[in-house]
């Protein structure tokens, strides 16, 4: 398929005119989203920025890739004098055609490449890597004491049989990850020592994470009769008395426990962090 010289500089400037209309919106998406970003002009400017390229595409291949299919007969070997002609005046005309087509594809690079960079922008609302951010709370690290939201120390004796205190690590009050239930149990209550937590408890008071392994909504009702700790937001219950495993409901995880001691001076104290990590499961959790 052959068309017109003019017709062919038409269709290259239009797609070239296309490409770099693409290249200024995605440049200026990527400033409008590192000035803060603005949810409407991002989408008209990601808009523009891909259908300029689209457009572009398709007058190009519209005017380089035919649609045609055409059988050419069987010339003789040589050169007419209509074809020599026809070579000399393509020759002639090739130079424009190759500094157009030098213009198509630079004007379509640097669309690509301007788009691509925007779309690199995104990542800085990630933040940095978390690390061992989520897998640690303020307990971690050296002793601490056990407080109470407005940061005073509780002693064993605070707590009553049946009794629920929300605590939290001396200093750290506003961790969300760290509320802590610390709950005494009956004397006449079977409680079951897990593995490895010999020496957790502390006068029949046991701690756990306060926040629910489904999707971390507080757990703050006790049954204290059956030992239970109830979700209210789904319903996920823990038997205090077992580990805090799960006993209904869609959480499929136990609450973390924290290991308490009591120091010098007679008041709770934690004496390392959480058995697991609190919360809802994550991609990095260890299991």
């Known amino acids: 398929m052959t068309s017109r010289p003019g017709e062919s500089h038409r269709a290259q400037t239009v797609a070239a005119v296309c490409f770099l209309v693409a290249a200024a919106a995605a440049i200026g998406l990527g400033i409008v989203y590192w000035q803060g970003g603005q949810t409407q002009l991002e989408g008209l400017l990601l808009a523009t920025a891909a259908g300029g390229i689209g457009v572009g595409i398709v007058v190009w291949a519209k005017r380089y890739m035919p649609d ?3 059988t050419e007969e069987r010339h003789p070997v040589e050169s007419s004098e209509e074809d020599i002609a026809a070579f000399a005046a393509d020759f002639e005309t090739g130079e424009a055609s190759l500094r157009g087509r030098r213009l198509l594809i630079a004007s379509f690079g640097a669309a690509i490449v301007a788009l691509g ?3 690199l922008f995104p990542i800085r609302s990630l933040g940095p890597r978390p690390g061992r951010g989520l897998k640690v709370t303020p307990y971690a690290g050296r002793t ?22 929300t605590a939290f690590p001396d200093g750290h009050t506003n961790a969300a990850d760290a509320p802590t239930l610390l709950i005494r149990y009956r004397p006449d209550q079977d409680f079951k020592t897990q593995s490895g937590r010999e020496g957790w408890t502390v006068d029949r008071i046991v701690a756990y994470s306060k926040l629910c392994t489904h999707v971390g909504c507080p757990v703050g009702l006790y049954q204290a009769e059956e030992g239970l700790l109830l979700c209210p937001c789904h319903q996920s219950t823990f038997d205090v008395l077992d580990g805090a495993k799960p006993v209904f409901g869609p959480a499929a995880r136990a609450l973390p ?4 001691g009591v120091d010098d001076d007679g ?11 609190t919360g809802p499961g994550f991609w990095d959790r260890d299991r």
Not at 144 to 165: A, F, H, L, T, W
């Open 117 to 119: 960079g925007a779309l």
């Open 257 to 260: 426990q924290l290991p308490l």
């Open 144 to 165: 601490k004491r056990v407080v109470r939201g407005d940061g005073s120390p509780i002693r064993p004796d605070d707590i009553s049989s049946d009794g629920v205190v």
């Open 68 to 70: 045609e299919e055409t």
């Open 267 to 277: 008041y709770l104290i934690a004496e390392g962090d959480f058995s697991s990590p």
